[in-house]
């Protein structure tokens, strides 16, 4: 790492612009986009008015939150036995009813709502964080589970259902009876993510398997499974489908995120086995991809949107769970300025939205607080309950999401050598986490004598190792910390989770022991320690000044 010396003042009016896409800077460009902003115009005070010092952050108050840090290690347990317990044949919520070795059952709720079925979805991203833990620890028992799923992909792939059939539109099919049956009722298909994340997984468990020495020819009967996910993958991105939710068809984020993840994998592997036809189709149509998905940038509401020509709002929890599963460097990383300025804008529409969140209140600091997250701002799915059924309520999973991706983001800040900038774009984020420097009068922007306004444009920029540039990387964990403590709240004791909880009361409703809220909550809680990784390595180097 090379410690930058100079400290540059930020200007109000700049030139330089930052791509919020990727979250870098770029060159510096004449804007012609004339505007007066409407917000932050009182910035707080410069540090860069004085010499610098070597600021040695420390983690926040709830990381010695002996009660929290208890709870992090014993639910990052229970998570995994909750996951474990629901996938067949012996899982402890399935066993003994008929399901198959490697079905991953979406909740042992059986009635309002049924939810024992196989999602493909569901399926493929809870066996990514199993292909994890097989990858960090080489547990066996977990690699015959792993196996099983992958027996069972080969199986579900060829069986024909209303969807169509292998080769002909079948691998979009969303979901399957545990006993390996297609489900033949009324549903919203096709789902054009499955066969993708279906692919990263299956992926991932070839790198696995190969960083363990088992040699690439030996991986053959691996890629005989990813490469029909990614032909679909491949041919199908440009199609309408529903989305993760299963409730709007047509074009959504989530979906081209995780095919862009799949098809960016997927030409490095079939480059491995000499598939170079296949490498180079996937690589043209990743490019595709990537282009494709800028258009889910919405410059006049200032967010991402889940769905093209969409009535809703476009808000929505899958903009951040596209970006833990299917982003990358190039393209919305999740540390990205459109990620983080869309997670904005769906916190603050929640933080109105549910009643319980009046009281989910854990920061005596005044910096922005925890609040539990549904899906949507227009959502009237309770779960189930026919006795509310138009009304929606926060989610586990969107509420640990929320935290993943906070800790995402400041394990990158905290890695980076660079200097934070702060646009127009981030503006409402960030400088929330700053708070005035003691002894000194807060500086104040003149915005009125600005003649070029864009949301890229750099309003602030704080040097490495600047007290505010390690104030945010703290507050923002300190933050995140809150989103999981809501988790912890609203989970019973011995942490199992529905799918969600009670707008009013706060109690679980919905699908009880939901597969999906486990693995997210158990994400969330490995993101955490890399974010805790990242802070103790910055220390350490800034302590070296």
């Known amino acids: 790492m090379r410690l930058l010396s100079t400290l540059l003042p930020a200007t109000c009016a700049l030139a330089l612009v930052v791509d919020p896409t990727a979250g870098h800077s770029i060159d510096s460009v004449a804007l012609s986009s004339i505007r007066r902003p409407s917000v932050f115009a009182r910035v707080s005070s410069f540090s860069w008015l004085r010499k610098q010092s070597p600021i040695l952050i420390s983690l926040p108050d709830a990381a010695q939150d002996s009660d929290f840090a208890s709870w992090l290690s014993l639910q990052s347990v229970r998570s995994f036995e909750g996951i474990l317990a629901n996938i067949g044949q012996d899982g402890a919520n399935v066993a003994g009813q008929n399901v198959n070795p490697g079905v991953v059952v979406a909740s042992p709720s059986r009635d309002h709502p049924n939810y024992f079925y196989h999602w493909v979805r569901d399926g493929a991203i809870t066996m990514r964080a199993l292909v994890d833990e097989y990858e960090n620890s080489g547990n066996a028992s977990v690699k015959e589970l792993i196996d099983a799923y992958v027996d069972n992909v080969r199986s579900t792939q060829w069986t024909s259902n209303p969807s169509g059939q292998f080769g002909r539109g079948g691998l979009g099919e969303p979901k399957f009876e545990v006993d390996g049956k297609p489900f033949v009722g009324t549903w919203g298909r096709p789902q054009r993510d499955g066969p993708a994340l279906r692919a990263i997984t299956l992926i991932s468990y070839a790198r696995t398997l190969q960083r363990r020495g088992a040699p690439m020819d030996s991986l053959r009967y691996l890629y005989e499974l990813i490469k029909p996910d990614l032909e679909y993958a491949s041919k199908f991105w440009a199609s309408p489908g529903f989305d993760l939710w299963e409730e709007q068809q047509g074009l959504h984020f989530f979906t081209a995120m995780v095919q862009f993840k799949a098809l960016l994998l997927g030409q490095e592997i079939a480059s491995d086995f000499s598939d170079e036809g296949a490498a180079r189709w996937y690589h043209i149509q990743a490019n595709g991809l990537k282009q494709f ?29 596209g970006a833990i599963h299917g982003g990358s460097e190039t393209v919305f990383p999740i540390h990205s300025d459109m990620i983080i300025t869309t997670l904005q804008a769906l916190v603050t529409d929640m933080r109105a939205r549910y009643p319980i969140n009046e009281q989910d209140s854990y920061d005596s600091n005044r910096f922005p607080t925890a609040v539990g997250i549904g899906r949507y701002p227009e959502d009237v799915y309770s779960g189930g309950d026919l006795g509310n059924s138009e009304l929606g309520n926060p989610w586990f999973l969107c509420t640990a999401t929320v935290a993943h991706t906070l800790y995402g983001l400041v394990e990158h800040l905290a890695l980076s050598n660079s200097a934070l900038i702060i646009s127009n774009l981030t503006a409402d984020f960030y400088l929330p986490f700053i708070s005035p420097t003691p002894g000194m009068e807060p500086h104040y922007c003149d915005f009125s004598a600005t003649a070029i306004w864009s949301r890229s444009a750099a309003i602030l920029r704080f040097m490495p190792g600047s007290r505010e540039t390690e104030q945010v990387i703290s507050n923002i964990f300190h933050y995140a910390d809150g989103f999981l403590k809501i988790v912890k709240k609203h989970a019973d004791a011995e942490g199992n989770m529905s799918e969600q909880f009670d707008r009013q009361t706060g109690f679980m409703r919905g699908a009880r022991q939901l597969t999906w809220s486990s693995e997210s909550v158990l994400g969330a809680i490995k993101m955490r320690e890399r974010a805790v990784e990242a802070i103790e390595k910055r220390r350490a180097y800034f302590q070296r000044f």
């Open 293 to 321: 998905l800028l258009s889910f940038w919405d410059e006049e509401r200032g967010y991402l949107i889940e769905t093209l020509a969409s009535p809703r709002s476009g808000l929505d929890a899958a903009l951040l769970l």
